[in-house]
């Protein structure tokens, strides 16, 4: 079975400041990784996702995550954080060879203050 | 084209009632699958559809059950409701493929409430 931890349950960032989020994963056997973003009152939106090949991994709005298979873990990180990045985050997985069911973290609530 | 759409978009029943959820799938997509969502907590996986047929099931009792519709939409059910059946339920759709992987597309969800 596959588990996911966010290491941090609420992350407060101000503006223009770098932040990562951390999330390790426990599965025994391959997994694809994901990040999903929520912002209030709104379904979740895949913000990336790492199937295979490169390791880092990178959005279209500037956040990247890396896929450490010894340490187990996709952080994800962003070099400077913007008002609008604020929102709720959650890593999730699936088992590579499952029905594409997505376990997810409790997910870390970033608040980027002016 | 619309995205996943649900339905209603809020709702508010009493404990022991009786609660229908609608999810209306992306265009071109044949399989849904339904998230329950408590607050502070991150999505857990309910049960999947495809084809008609509940593929596959995550740790939830049998007072949670579903359907889908030969044109691909779905329902959730869930009988005698308690109290922690509070929560946001999401519905995800994603298209058919031969691939190991189909990114799945959430819709907006539906804000139950249980009094």
């Known amino acids: 079975a596959q588990s996911v931890t966010q290491l941090d349950s609420q992350v407060p960032v101000f503006e223009e400041a770098p932040v990562e989020l951390r999330c390790n994963y426990s599965?025994?056997?391959?997994?694809?990784l994901f990040w999903y973003v929520q912002y209030p009152n709104q379904g979740l939106q895949l913000l990336l996702k790492?199937?295979?090949?490169?390791?880092l991994v990178e959005s279209i709005n500037g956040f990247e995550a890396e896929f450490n298979k010894s340490q187990t873990s996709f952080h994800l990180r962003k070099p400077s954080v913007h008002i609008s990045d604020t929102a709720e985050y959650f890593c999730?997985?699936?088992?590579?060879?499952?029905?594409?069911?997505?376990?997810f973290g409790a997910g870390t609530r970033l608040a980027v203050h002016p | 084209d619309a995205g996943v759409t649900q339905s209603p978009t809020h709702l508010i029943k009493t404990r022991g009632q009786q609660v229908t959820l609608r999810c209306s799938p992306k265009?071109?997509?044949?399989?849904v699958s339904w998230y329950q969502q408590a607050l502070g907590q991150g999505p857990q996986f309910i049960f999947q559809?495809?084809?008609?047929?509940?593929?596959q099931r995550g740790n939830f009792p049998d007072r949670f059950s579903g359907h889908q519709f030969p044109n691909y939409s779905s329902e959730l059910n869930v009988n005698a409701l308690l109290l922690g059946d509070s929560a946001l339920y999401l519905c995800?759709?994603?298209?058919?493929?031969?691939?190991?992987?189909?990114?799945?597309?959430f819709g907006p969800g539906t804000r139950l409430t249980v009094l």
């Open positions: 995800a759709s994603r298209p058919p493929s031969s691939s190991s992987y189909n990114e799945q597309f």
């Open positions: 599965s025994s056997v391959s997994v694809y």
């Open positions: 790492y199937l295979s090949g490169s390791t």
């Open positions: 999730a997985v699936i088992s590579s060879g499952g029905y594409n069911k997505l376990i």
């Open positions: 265009s071109g997509h044949d399989t």
């Open positions: 559809y495809y084809e008609e047929e509940e593929r």
